[in-house]
């Protein structure tokens, strides 16, 4: 599920400025395991992965990547609380 006003942004700019004035730019994938939830306002930068069952609190700037079963909250976001869920 993902909130109102999320922003998933892949792209990114060489540090190096005579690369950026020629124009360089490049992308890393986002990648988003099953049963998340982003709430509202929500970023996701580039080359994060989230694993299944995470929770992103609203307003969460998420910078790295998070395995599964967690709760992420602030910016940068980071794990305020680890889900224990049964097995299906």
Known sequence: MIG???QL???????DAKERIAGLEYGKPITIGD??????GVTILPGV????????GAGSVVTKSFGDNVVL??????IIKQLDLPKV
């Open 4 to 6: 109102p006003n999320c």
């Open 9 to 15: 942004l892949t792209p990114l700019h060489p540090l």
């Open 35 to 40: 049963n998340v939830w982003l709430a509202s």
């Open 49 to 56: 992965t989230l694993g299944d069952n995470v929770v992103v």
């Open 73 to 78: 909250a602030r910016n940068p976001a980071r």
